[in-house]
């Protein structure tokens, strides 16, 4: 499967956008590739497009003004979306960094033609209305997780979310990720390891 295959594959999944369908956004979407490090939006300004992963990992994160530790926010994974949805859904400036924690690709299309899209189609209207649930279900999410759940349901959460995450991303991400201290990453791997 191609990477144009994969993201028609995902748009059917999440939204349920047919080939024809998908056939009216092709001329809108665009590859790009990040080198790790690179930024795919920066605090302060507005997240103007919308992208499908194809390989790679990206993470949003926050920096505490008084002590300059990095909080990471969200992870986006291979086969995934990355956006600052309410950035993105709102065109307001962003709250946080968006950056490339692997080398990465990505096929995005902008705010406008999806607008465009919004007009010429109801299903792509329904991939907007979903798109907005989807930001608030991962944000609910995140939170309902600092609160109903233990660091190790956090963790296996993750684990079910970004399969591949710990080939690619320095454990020190990841226990930002989950709120806990490195140590307690470890503990937690290898207590679920033993069982």
């Avoid at 024809?20 to 490090?37: H, N, V």
């Avoid at 926050?62 to 086969?79: H, M, Q």
């Amino acid at each position: 499967m191609d990477e144009i295959e994969k993201l028609a594959y995902a748009l059917n999944h999440f939204a349920g956008l047919t080939e024809d369908d998908f056939k009216l956004s092709s001329e809108f979407w665009l590859p790009k590739l990040y080198k790790k490090g690179e930024f795919y939006n920066l605090r302060g300004t507005v997240c103007t497009y919308f992208g499908f992963i194809v390989e790679g990992v990206f993470r949003s994160y926050t920096i505490d003004e008084k002590t300059g530790e990095e909080k990471n926010v969200f992870l986006y994974s291979a086969n995934g979306f990355v956006v600052s949805f309410k950035s993105f859904i709102n065109q307001i400036p962003c709250d946080y960094h968006t950056q490339a924690l692997t080398d990465a690709g990505i096929i995005y299309i902008r705010y406008t033609d999806l607008l465009a899209l919004y007009q010429q189609s109801h299903r792509w209207e329904k991939f907007g209305r979903l798109l907005a649930q989807e930001a608030f279900n991962v944000t609910m999410t995140r939170i309902e997780g600092f609160l109903l759940k233990s660091p190790e349901e956090r963790y296996l959460d993750l684990v079910r979310q970004h399969p591949d995450i710990f080939n690619n991303v320095p454990l020190y991400h990841i226990s930002s990720y989950l709120g806990i201290q490195g140590p307690s990453l470890s503990r937690i791997r290898k207590r679920i390891s033993g069982k």
